[in-house]
């Protein structure tokens, strides 16, 4: 129903900077929230940060917070995030994810991207 797509991924050493991008396609709710999820190996997926479809509100993790920053290009059904002073602790998979609101969106989002690898080497 709805594809997203993610792509900005790769490795980098520590203190460095990444911009995961996350276009999406198909049927879907103009109005759906967007947001990053990770899984780092042998940890659950967890919230990154995520914004509503008119971008007045935004939520981070608190382990990014100050560091990462997260925007969308509304026009282009498009989502970045802004991934600075990057840490070892920060290797995961990114997972681009949609909801209807932001609620669903740090919830159960229903919309999934494949994810892109991130690696932070010390």
């Known amino acids: 129903q709805v594809q997203l797509v993610e792509s900005g991924g790769g490795l980098v050493q520590a203190g460095n900077s990444l911009r995961l991008s996350c276009a999406a396609s198909?049927?879907?709710?103009?109005?759906?929230?967007m947001g990053w999820f990770r899984q780092a190996p042998g940890k659950e997926r967890e919230f990154v940060a995520g914004l509503n479809w008119t971008g007045n509100m935004v939520q981070y993790a608190s382990s990014v917070k100050g560091r990462f920053t997260i925007s969308r290009d509304t026009a282009k059904n498009t989502v970045h995030l802004q991934m600075n002073t990057l840490n070892p602790e920060d290797t995961a998979i990114y997972y681009c994810?949609?909801?209807?609101?932001?609620?669903?969106?740090?919830?159960?989002?229903?919309?999934w991207g494949q994810g892109t690898q991130v690696t932070v080497s010390s």
């Open positions: 198909g049927r879907t709710f103009s109005d759906y929230a």
């Open positions: 994810a949609a909801g209807k609101t932001l609620v669903e969106l740090t919830g159960h989002p229903p919309f």
